[in-house]
């Protein structure tokens, strides 16, 4: 039996989790991290109680600060716990500063690290997950791609051992709980509750007739000049937009939110459940996150995502999400488009949602399980 530590302290890696946490167990000993990066109960205790997975064994409740104290904080923390339970192996997820920190304390300690998510570059350096994503890469024993590309990234920085393309993680995720959350949601009481509210008894607010936004990324949150952008064309779209708000906007935008467009419709953060059906029952999706960029693919909901660039390159395709310029024309244009993707069959290039087995086969016989 193997002792695998992994760490996650963020919501996509919360769902990351939950297929792969529950499969280790099976025939492993887990030891979950949880840093605290995100604290919100919406954004992280909500994730563990409703997609079942295991409560964490340490929380490191390092909550939010800048990047470099945030980030040593959970080193010296993570490092403590690795020379505490002597595991044979680190699991971390995708790209935020716990996994750089959890992959820089275990290979300091000669532990191995199996990044899940490797690959992936926007080759955007400014941005503080490509860093982390590139350094963590670079530290690990096992880098688990979610497509092709992402293996043919690593290839170019003269990465190959080590290196295997296992599917997508958040795709068998998705194909999980799809099913639950329509189970839950799907009758549209949730969005008829939202219109009926007093701030917004005057908008239609239902299935296949609201845009679904949320931003977070520093990009667009710490640049007060693009954020405005954002909502104010935001205010100029045609259906109500359904807004749930990242910690970090809210707290940007401050008092401003009363003022917001009267079809912006602002919420708290919602599980993963009811994320789902939103996604799967907008019209469209608004955003400058990684992950749901994809959801809204797997879930064949068109997507502008408000970057310059994307590490999502596959969904792109037949027009099924598209790049926008964070001006205020620029994403008028692009959130009224012609959704001609509809007419085209996605390739679907994020394996057959059977990652979690693979990953699992890796690192087993890495480590000689």
């Known amino acids: 039996m193997l002792k695998i530590v992994t760490i996650v302290g963020a919501r996509p890696q919360f769902i990351?989790?939950?297929?792969?946490?529950?499969?280790?167990?099976?025939?492993?000993?887990?030891?979950?991290?949880?840093?605290?990066?995100?604290?919100?109960?919406?954004?992280?205790?909500?994730?563990?109680?409703e997609l079942n997975i295991p409560f964490p064994d340490y929380n490191l409740a390092v909550g939010s600060s800048s990047h470099g104290m945030q980030t040593g904080r959970m080193l010296e923390k993570i490092e403590n716990i690795l020379l505490k339970e002597k595991p044979d192996g680190m699991i971390v997820y995708g790209d935020t500063n716990s996994t750089l920190a959890g992959?820089?304390?275990?290979?300091?300690?000669?532990?191995?690290?199996?990044?899940?998510?490797?690959?992936?570059?926007?080759?955007?350096?400014?941005?503080?997950?490509?860093?982390?994503?590139?350094?963590?890469d670079h530290l690990s024993t096992l880098l688990l791609c979610p497509t092709r590309t992402a293996v043919n990234n690593l290839v170019k920085e003269g990465i190959t051992e080590g290196v295997y393309f296992t599917g997508d993680i958040m795709y068998d995720a998705v194909l999980r709980f799809f099913k639950l959350s329509e189970q839950r949601y799907g009758s549209g009481v949730w969005l008829r509750e939202i219109a009926n509210s007093s701030n917004y008894n005057n908008l239609k607010l239902s299935e296949n007739n609201y845009y679904l936004a949320t931003i977070h990324r520093a990009e667009n949150t710490d640049n007060k000049d693009r954020l405005q952008e954002i909502f104010e064309a935001f205010g100029e779209l045609d259906k109500p937009v359904l807004v749930p708000m990242h910690p970090r906007t809210r707290h940007v935008i401050g008092d401003s939110i009363s003022s917001l467009a009267s079809n912006i419709i602002v919420i708290e953060p919602v599980g993963y459940l009811l994320m789902l059906y939103l996604t799967a029952n907008s019209y469209m999706v608004l955003t400058d996150s990684g992950g749901l960029q994809k959801e809204a693919y797997f879930l064949k909901t068109p997507c502008t995502t408000l970057r310059d660039e994307t590490e999502w390159v596959e969904t792109l395709k037949n027009g099924w999400n598209v790049l926008s310029a964070v001006d205020s024309s620029n994403i008028i244009r692009n959130a009224t488009r012609s959704l001609s993707c509809l007419q085209h069959d996605q390739r679907m290039e994020f394996g057959d949602g059977s990652a979690a087995e693979a990953i699992i086969e890796k690192i087993e016989k890495r480590l000689g399980a």
Do not use: C, W
């Not at 990066?37 to 909500?46: A, G, I, P, T």
């Not at 955007?124 to 350094?135: A, C, S, T």
């Open 16 to 49: 990351k989790a939950a297929p792969l946490s529950n499969l280790v167990r099976q025939k492993h000993s887990e030891i979950l991290v949880h840093t605290g990066q995100h604290y919100d109960k919406n954004m992280s205790e909500l994730f563990f109680s």
């Open 103 to 136: 992959a820089l304390a275990a290979s300091k300690l000669h532990i191995p690290v199996f990044h899940v998510e490797a690959g992936l570059r926007s080759y955007n350096k400014l941005m503080p997950e490509e860093q982390n994503r590139v350094l963590t």
